[in-house]
């Protein structure tokens, strides 16, 4: 049997384009595993011909973006780290605002190598971001090849964490939420102190459409972490959506920040 493609009253354009065998390679290498805001990561990029020897005084290209992400430490279902989400949320409002690119010319060094130094700066409110960046090589007969690599940029060294038992409770019922502290790798950090402002959220729309958020009922609170999760009642004295926020300092002052509603 034989398939038949209409294409009447389509046009279609293909590009022929010719294949070069790739005379050399681009590997990029991270100075550390974990980088944290405030910080500076250092990256090196290395040029290497397949046979043998290096590519110097090359022209390189180099191009970094970074995007705010999410992270949960492991072993802590349930809880939300960061900003929860809901799945009805108006994921309409989220874009690529927050998306930063940048780009950089330089030439590989007498190894065939370039490395560029980045201040990670601070995101408020305090979120983890995904750093990428790429690399490309040109060589002296116009080929050009690159390398790429991307890592997590943490707030803090700590998180904290958040779970609730249900997305909504009736009116003049006062919830227990659980709160944690861990490290990176999911380790219950004890003795930490978990700053909580609570509010009630109201949400109107601006002459241009826009969602504009008011803070009423304001409750400030704090508690301290454990080995374990710590429960506390939440203030909810009104019917509406409320939101709370947990925030943790570890040992250098950098914050890390959750909020649920």
């Known amino acids: 049997d034989k398939k038949v493609w209409n294409l009447s009253g389509n046009r279609h354009e293909i590009s022929v384009q010719e294949f070069r065998r790739p005379e050399f390679e681009v590997s990029l290498k991270v100075d550390a ?3 944290f805001m405030d910080g500076r990561a250092s990256v090196e990029a290395k040029a290497d011909y397949f046979a043998g020897g290096v590519l110097a005084s090359a022209p390189v290209t180099w191009r ?9 430490p492991p072993g802590w279902e349930g809880f939300t780290f960061g900003q929860w989400r809901p799945w009805w949320g108006r994921f309409w409002e989220e874009n690529d605002e927050d998306s930063v690119e940048h780009s950089l010319a330089l030439t590989t060094d007498s190894l065939g190598k370039s490395a560029v130094a980045i201040d990670l700066g601070r995101n408020l409110p305090p979120t983890p971001v995904t750093l990428r960046l790429s690399a490309a090589v040109s060589d002296v007969n116009r080929q050009t090849w690159s390398g790429s690599t991307s890592f997590l ?3 803090a060294s700590l998180y904290v964490g958040i779970k609730a038992d249900k997305v909504s ?6 919830p227990n939420l659980d709160f944690i502290v861990t490290t ?3 380790q219950a950090v004890p003795k930490q102190k978990i700053n909580l402002q609570i509010a009630r959220i109201e949400s109107t729309y601006d002459s ?3 969602v504009q958020e008011k803070e009423l009922d304001v409750v400030t609170d704090s508690l301290i972490s454990a080995d374990k999760a710590v429960q506390k009642v939440m203030p909810f004295s009104k019917a509406g959506c409320w939101r709370v926020r947990a925030q943790v300092h570890d040992e250098q002052g950098r ?6 509603r």
Request: hydrophobic letters at 25%; glycine letters at 6%.
């Open 184 to 186: 990176l790798d999911g």
């Open 255 to 260: 914050l890390n920040e959750s909020t649920v």
């Open 208 to 210: 241009e459409g826009k």
């Open 153 to 155: 940029v943490h707030p």
């Open 64 to 72: 970094a973006s970074s995007k705010k992400t999410s992270y949960n």
């Open 169 to 174: 409770y009736q009116q003049l019922v006062k």
């Open 33 to 35: 595993a974990d980088h």
